[in-house]
C-alpha cells in the first residue's frame, strides 16, 4: 500500500503525470518502438498532396492506431478508478 501524499492537488498531479508516463510506456511495447520513435512519431504531421508530404501521412500504419485508441481507454479506465478515491468525501 502506498502513503498517499497530504496535498490533494500534488497528488491529483502525480496521478496524471504517471498517467501520460504509463500511456508512452504501453505505446512504445505494443507497438514495439523505442521512445525516441514514439516522440518521433508524436511530431510528425499527416498531410496531403505532394510526395514528401505524402510519405508523412504513413507515419502510422492503421494497426497501430487502432491499438494506440485501445491503449488509451485501457489507461484512461485505469486512471478513472484509481481516482474515484478523490471524488468521495474523507
Not at 507515419?59 to 479506465?77: P, T
Amino acid at each position: 500500500m502506498s502513503k498517499e501524499s497530504p496535498n490533494l492537488l500534488f497528488s491529483i498531479h502525480e496521478k496524471f503525470s504517471g498517467m501520460a508516463a504509463l500511456f508512452r510506456e504501453r505505446v512504445c511495447q505494443d507497438c514495439n518502438w523505442s521512445t525516441p520513435t514514439f516522440y518521433r512519431k508524436m511530431r510528425a504531421k499527416e498531410g496531403r498532396g505532394n510526395a514528401e508530404t505524402s510519405r508523412q501521412s504513413a507515419f502510422l500504419s492503421s494497426a497501430e492506431k487502432k491499438r494506440i485508441v485501445e491503449i488509451m481507454d485501457e489507461v484512461y479506465n485505469t486512471f478513472w478508478k484509481s481516482a474515484i478515491k478523490y471524488r468521495t468525501p474523507r
